[in-house]
């Protein structure tokens, strides 16, 4: 098995109010083909109830950055009582929502995605020995970069939502990291 | 100890699951999902229809599709479906234009699976020897076509696909962003 380290964890951003609901979806997946992250979507749940519509998304977005380790990215959209409503925008009418979101990112790094190196035993404490002490400069670049485009997404978001927000460029990997 | 070297085994796209609660044309998703299929040059068969005998919450029907596609005469892409509509009745609805049409009111799952399968003739099954050709060719020769060629392809077909079925119902997350992501000169 791959070995999977958890980069970001759960990171949540949470919005209640009108938002354009398309525009959201299609925000997410154009950042992701921006960065030429490859997609891969796991859930796609809608239920039209009496209070609104119950919305479930979840996308992993990835990409190779070497034949050794994979960078992916997992959002996990979460909509609640989705209404449809009528707003004016300068002085046009537009079709908006209104309801409450919540999104959740979290970011792994794979290392040995091939399966390469774990058929023996050997094979395995090599692969440990080089992640861990030999190529551990490697490894962290990777994990700051994970983290930096990561909290880059979640900030872009915020800033579909328009959000007050004050953006500084993090790159420091979490402590449960390692 | 030697230990036995693994065998190659075609790559599995990752599933697409949709699932829907409420209104809408049956008729018209059926016809367009067929529709997609036979556009795209697939052989499309129906393998499973199942209706259920009627709870008072309403009908239960199942289907098992199988479309199959020959790229070349070694490279198969095969589609499995399965489709489940729990408690659905009828309804009729007024459109906006005034006309009234027969919709279905209930919950939809919706499963897609893509695969693509090599040797789909079984020519290297024959011997033993010939199984470890085709082995060797998978791993080594074609490895860059399934992993950077194939497998893309199908995944982006399929999610052309599922976006389409998500419109048809009218769903929110209807965007296909990734369209144009294999690009325009297209080997595969």
Known sequence: ?178 | MAVPRKQWADLNEPYVNIRYKGVWDMQDLYESMVDWFLRKKYKFYEQLYKHKHPSPFGVERQYTWVAERKETDYVMTKYNIYYHVYDAKDVEVVLPSGEKKTYTKGRLWIELKVAFISDWEGRFNERLFFSHLRDFYNKYILRKSFTQGWGPKNRYEMYELKAMIQRKLKMEADEFEHQHFVGVHKRF
């Not at chain 1, 790094?109 to 091939?114: N, V």
């Open chain 1, 1 to 178: 098995m791959a070995f999977v380290r958890v980069v970001v964890d759960h990171m949540k951003l949470e919005y209640s109010g009108l938002f354009d609901s398309k525009e959201l979806f299609k925000h997410i997946a154009s950042f992701a083909n921006n960065n030429s992250l490859q997609k891969r979507d796991t859930k796609s749940f809608e239920q039209d109830l009496p209070e609104g519509k119950c919305i479930e998304t979840e996308s992993d977005y990835w990409r190779k950055v070497t034949d050794y380790a994979r960078t992916t990215y997992r959002i996990r959209i979460l909509i609640h009582n989705l209404k449809k409503v009528e707003a004016m925008l300068d002085k046009k009418k537009k079709n908006l929502s209104s309801g409450k979101v919540v999104i959740w990112f979290d970011a792994f790094l794979e290392q040995d995605y091939e399966h390469r190196w774990e058929d023996v035993p050997m094979l395995l404490f090599i692969r440990t020995l080089f992640d861990k002490w030999l190529y551990h400069g490697y490894t962290e670049r990777f994990e700051q970069r994970i983290t930096h485009l990561t909290n880059h997404w979640y900030d872009q978001t915020e800033k579909f939502f328009n959000f007050y927000r004050h953006y500084k460029t993090v790159s420091k990997i979490p402590h449960f990291a390692h």
